[in-house]
């Protein structure tokens, strides 16, 4: 805890974490260093700490000596637990007097089922807190100097999720806004999104990039074309997890690289 007050000096207080109650928290991309002071303070305090996969293991070693740690995710390619049985597991470890840390990867409200989890804890009446955490969705593009809007480029930027069947989606009207697609859970699925976005009238010369392991000491980054992309991705052999941004804003870069590396920040 001695770290966290050190860091919270500035504020009133710390925020305290209850027995029974359940703090449902972004761990971020990965990179520690972008925990929220609150999700610290979770960590610090938790006596269990029930975790994705994406939660970085530096993460999980910030936990107080007490936690015990609790994996509840999807790992090598095994089918994920059932939500069902991770929000009764957290009403269960609420019910029993614990102070419960449910830690997401990036923010628990993207595409991480955070609201099912707080929907059910909620029908059960058991008291429990959001915390937000970066969202690999901006933490991707800022780490790869592509600036999410850019004026006179873009006006909104889109989040959408690969996952899932394209005649369940029609991804037209989202190419129609000319705005930049952030794409979370695309990698296994490009070649379909890629062609339902050139039905949808994407051009298929529009930049895209390929983040992975965003802000890890193993981020990758691929920049493509929407006609290229699923082959330059098999051929640079990138893996998940990885965020597709398609849209002009991955022109700025360049630039961008350009004047980090004359900084000497990079
Ligand atoms: C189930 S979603 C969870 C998203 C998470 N709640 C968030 O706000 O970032 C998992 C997807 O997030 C993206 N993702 C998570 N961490 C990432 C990282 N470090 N680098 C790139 N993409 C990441 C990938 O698209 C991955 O398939």
Same mark, same amino acid.
């Given at each position: ?13 710390? +925020? ?18 972008? &925990? ?42 095994? +089918? ?57 969705? &901006? ?64 051009? +298929?010369?529009? +930049? ?59």
């Amino acid at each position: 805890m001695a770290s966290y007050q050190a860091l919270a000096a500035g504020r009133t207080g710390v +925020p305290l974490l209850a027995p029974g109650h359940v703090w449902l928290a972004g761990a971020g991309p990965g990179d520690p260093g972008l &925990l929220t002071l609150d999700a610290v303070a979770g960590l610090a305090q938790a006596d269990v700490i029930v975790h994705d996969a994406l939660v970085d293991k530096r993460v999980l070693a910030m936990a107080g000596a007490q936690a015990r740690l609790e994996f509840a995710g999807k790992r090598g390619g095994k +089918p994920s637990a059932a939500q069902s049985d991770i929000s009764r597991r957290l009403i269960e470890l609420a019910r029993a007097g614990e102070r419960v840390l449910r830690l997401k990867g990036g923010d628990p409200f993207i595409f991480g089922r955070g609201g099912e989890e707080a929907g059910a804890l909620a029908d059960a009446g058991v008291p429990f807190r959001v915390i937000p955490g970066v969202t690999a969705g &901006l933490a991707a593009l800022a780490s790869a100097a592509i600036p999410a809007t850019l004026r006179g480029v873009n006006r909104a930027i889109i989040f959408a999720t690969g996952h899932g069947e394209e005649e369940a989606f029609d991804w037209a009207p989202l190419v129609r806004t000319g705005q930049p697609l952030v794409l979370y859970m695309a990698m296994h699925r490009l070649e379909a999104i890629r062609d339902a976005l050139v039905q949808g009238g994407c051009a +298929p010369d529009m +930049p895209v990039a390929i983040i992975a392991s965003a802000t890890l000491p193993t981020e990758r980054v691929l920049i493509s074309t929407l006609g290229r992309v699923a082959d330059d991705v098999r051929e640079a052999a990138i893996e998940p997890p990885a965020i597709v941004v398609v849209g002009e804003i991955v022109n700025a870069r360049d630039r961008l690289l350009q004047i980090v590396a004359l900084a000497g920040m990079r």
